[in-house]
């Protein structure tokens, strides 16, 4: 068996996120495995059971080698699990976060999830607006870096409530970034979304895919609750 060069970004780690349905005959041992000896080989597994009709379970994967992240979704349809969606990205600095702090870009591009205690999940993918009317990407570069402080701002209002993890997707998938939020009660999620919309950088220019809830659990208790 060959072994292919690894392949990652130049900062940061892989991102992958897989929504997934079970067959009827899914191995739910073959699951857990493959989700332990990922994590025991480096990587980092989170587990989510997906509430509603869009999914019923999640696994945000995250890796310095791509070729790992693409065995992992390999392990798990072969364990019978059909994945029904699916999000491709990389952790990012912004550069509108450039001059910060040594330790918050570090967690930024390298995260240890899932956090303690939040367990309240949610996915969603958004872009910045084109329009005629309002575009982001025709602002001066000094327009968007206040705006971007003002919705960071608003932000910083829930730490310890909310834990947002922000990946960049900008020619990897359909949308320029994966927004992961976990918190630590649903609600929190739900009031954290509904304030940093009234910021101008996504009243105006915001633009956003479709929603993914669940909860946050070992392997174990998520196949419990999804796979009979």
């Not at 998938?173 to 609600?187: K, S």
């Amino acid at each position: 068996m060959t072994t292919p060069a690894p392949l990652g970004p130049a900062r940061g780690v892989n991102v992958v996120h897989l929504f997934c349905r079970p067959f009827a005959d899914v191995d739910r041992a073959a699951v857990a495995t493959a989700v332990q000896e990922s994590i025991a080989a480096g990587l980092q597994v989170v587990t989510a059971a997906i509430i509603g009709a869009k999914a019923d379970l999640c696994f945000m994967v995250l890796g310095d080698n791509l070729w790992d992240l693409r065995k992992f979704q390999t392990r798990i349809q072969a364990a019978g699990l059909d994945v029904v969606e699916s999000y491709v990205s990389v952790t990012e600095v912004s550069e509108y976060a450039m001059g910060m702090p040594e330790k918050m870009l570090n967690d930024r591009l390298f995260p240890v999830l899932p956090p303690e205690g939040l367990r309240a999940f949610c996915f969603y993918p958004m872009s910045k607006r084109r329009g005629e009317q309002n575009n982001w990407y025709s602002l001066p570069y000094e327009e968007r870096e206040a705006l971007m402080r003002q919705h960071g701002a608003s932000g910083r209002e829930f730490k310890g409530r909310i834990l947002q993890v922000v990946t960049g997707s900008t020619g990897l998938d359909d949308w320029e970034w994966g927004v992961t939020l976990f918190g630590a009660h649903v609600d929190d999620i739900k009031e954290c979304v509904y304030t940093m919309r009234f910021d101008e950088a996504s009243t105006l220019y915001g633009e956003f895919g479709a929603f993914y809830t669940g909860l946050v659990g070992s392997v174990d208790e998520v196949l419990d609750s999804t796979v009979i």
